[in-house]
């Protein structure tokens, strides 16, 4: 008998198809893999930012805090070494000759430059002075890097300015206020040196609270004869009085600096009465005395 049949296999084409096809789920897998870590990277970055941003002033639980409310002013760009890049050394290093923070007597001595002496006041008490660490680098880091390795310096080493003051120009001298810092996406470039890309890639800024509140005191008409407002300046109390007319029943202060703030009501009839006041940036707050 003759026994016949066929033997099943895959052709030349058939295998090609095939390894194509695997070839193309790979790279497909791969690059979607890529997007993932990429966009990771980009909201850490963002995180980054955001931190920083609390870290020089937050207030989303309703009570201020953090280097601007302590300190009284924004952090200064500085360095530790001459020659070194700026950075925001202030949110991890207590700035030098800066006291840790503690309430401090408004004696003329703690009064601050440029604060008239006759807000002067040795039972009043205000928190002032250093209270950080705002923020902490990684272990055994000195310099703040952002997730793809950079330096959050000014500049770095791709010569990006990163801290800006709050004109929005690039801070290159030590002592000037930082009031916004910035990464530069994966590619560490400028949008404007690129063609446009991912979103993963875009720059990215965030801006810190600069912006001063106000007050508007109410009182019985009559009663009051100035209003005393204190904050601190470093490790240093500042402060300055606004004079109530005759028969006034409100007074504003402006351009107060945002925290947690104190206020006095100096009365007509010698007597005063200090309130607590949480200021935030560029709003106005009210009180009753």
């Not at 979103?199 to 009559?222: K, Y």
Request: charged share 20%.
């Amino acid at each position: 008998m003759k026994r016949s049949g066929t033997t099943a296999g895959f052709t030349l084409i058939e295998l090609t198809l095939v390894l194509f096809v695997l070839a193309l789920v790979a790279h497909l897998g791969m690059r979607e893999l890529s997007g993932v870590r990429a966009r990771k990277l980009r909201d850490a970055a963002d995180r980054q930012l955001e931190s920083l941003a609390a870290a020089v002033y937050d207030d989303s639980d309703g009570v201020p805090r953090g280097f601007l409310s302590d300190m009284g002013r924004l952090p200064f760009a500085s360095r530790s070494v001459a020659g070194d890049p700026l950075d925001l050394r202030e949110l991890w290093e207590k700035p030098a000759g800066v006291g840790e923070l503690r309430a401090r007597p408004a004696t003329v001595a703690n009064l601050a430059p440029g604060a008239p002496s006759a807000i002067a006041d040795p039972t009043l008490f205000v928190p002032c002075g250093w209270g950080g660490p705002y923020l902490r680098l990684p272990q055994s880091a000195s310099r703040l890097r952002d997730p793809w390795g950079n330096p959050f310096e000014n500049p770095d080493t791709a010569g990006l300015a990163r801290l800006l003051d709050a004109s929005g120009d690039a801070i290159s001298a030590t002592n000037v206020p930082v009031a916004a810092i910035r990464h530069f996406g994966a590619d560490a470039a400028r949008d404007a040196d690129r063609a446009p890309a991912g979103f993963e890639q875009a720059d990215a800024l965030r801006a810190f609270p600069t912006n001063a509140a106000g007050v508007l005191a109410t009182f019985e008409a009559g009663t009051v004869s100035r209003i005393v407002w204190y904050a601190p300046l470093g490790d240093k109390i500042t402060g300055g009085e606004v004079p109530v007319d005759a028969g006034r029943s409100q007074a504003l202060l402006a351009d107060l600096p945002p925290g947690v703030r104190f206020l006095k009501a100096v009365r007509t009839d010698g007597s005063s009465r200090v309130l607590q006041v949480s200021l935030r940036p560029g709003r106005d707050a009210a009180v009753e005395f």
